[in-house]
């Protein structure tokens, strides 16, 4: 596993420590509209203050304040959707295959749905920047700032937990996360500081620092920790999840994670399992002939994990 002084070292090269939580000020700005064995609201919290975070919670049919469920949060993917965001987990929008927040909920899961800072709601508010150089904007004021958008969206993870514990519907010692993409890349970076979280499940992205030089590859923004990589890469960063569960999916021919690299960071987070004795809180799947996507059997992967570790 990597060091302690390795993880001394992300933190510094993330921003430094978060602040304080403060007061979430919570307020649901639509009321719950039933669907088809769930219901849906919208909700803001703040992050810091003025920076209020929009979500959507879907909450199974029989899930109440007297009978709680297990919670996962979805993180959304990128693919420069800039303009869905937390539609499409939530069902609302963007790729069926990505409905998974409905998925879950239709599971018996609590399942939180936000925004990532440029998506969805979270634009730019001057309307200046559109898509993509809205994002490069905000990873570069932050940059200056001696920080990182890693950084902000670590925190803006932290604070939706914050929020979903506050939820009576939720068993809050029953808690995960699950991302696809750039939401896997949420997960695994947000897993070494949220303790609460007993199991992530990411899908389809671990792009090795290594990979990405080697390939010239233009990832996003998350990705990019200043100064970390004279001490590891991200591998070292998952290991950092150790021991509380976590699963991995990918696609053998996906060229955003060049499988070459991904196996080998596989057996880095493998023996950090394994130096604790923990082995059998991670699993991990290489899908052969596919890509980018979640498939079928990466989603019953998922379905079976969630199962084991929030309901066993």
Not at 113 to 128: A, V
Request: charge should be neutral; proline fraction near 7%.
């Amino acid at each position: 596993m990597a060091s302690v002084d390795f993880k001394e070292q992300l933190l510094k090269g993330l921003g430094g420590p978060w602040p304080a939580g403060g007061d979430l000020k919570p307020k649901i700005v639509e009321q719950a509209i039933q669907k088809d064995g769930y219901r849906i609201e919208k909700v803001t919290y703040e992050v810091e203050p003025g920076d209020p975070i929009p979500a959507y919670v879907l909450i199974p049919d029989g899930v109440n304040a007297t009978n709680p469920a297990p919670a996962v949060a979805v993180w959304h993917q990128h693919n420069g959707a800039y303009t869905i965001g937390k539609t499409e987990p939530a069902g609302l929008g963007g790729s069926p295959m990505h409905h998974t927040g409905v998925a879950l909920a239709k599971l018996g899961y609590v399942a939180i749905c936000p925004d990532s800072l440029t998506f969805g709601e979270r634009q730019d508010p001057t309307k200046k920047q559109q898509g993509g150089n809205y994002e490069r904007f905000e990873f570069l004021r932050y940059l200056v700032a001696g920080k990182c958008l890693a950084w902000k969206d670590i925190l803006d993870m932290r604070r939706t937990i914050d929020y979903l514990v506050t939820r009576p519907e939720v068993k809050a010692n029953a808690l995960g996360c699950y991302g696809h993409s750039m939401g896997s890349t949420h997960s695994y970076m947000v897993g070494p500081w949220e303790e609460r979280l007993k199991c992530i499940v990411c899908n389809c992205c671990l792009p090795t620092y290594k990979a990405i030089h080697r390939e010239h590859m233009l990832h996003c923004f998350p990705n990019f920790v200043p100064g970390i990589f004279q001490y590891g890469d991200t591998p070292d960063i998952v290991a950092l999840i150790a021991p509380r569960a976590l699963h991995m999916n990918f696609g053998e021919t996906d060229g955003g994670s060049p499988i070459d690299e991904v196996k080998n960071g596989l057996k880095v987070i493998a023996n950090a399992y394994s130096a604790i004795h923990a082995d059998e809180k991670f699993s991990y799947f290489i899908e052969p002939g596919v890509g980018h996507v979640l498939s079928d059997e990466m989603w019953r992967r998922t379905k079976a994990v969630f199962a084991k570790h929030l309901r066993g």
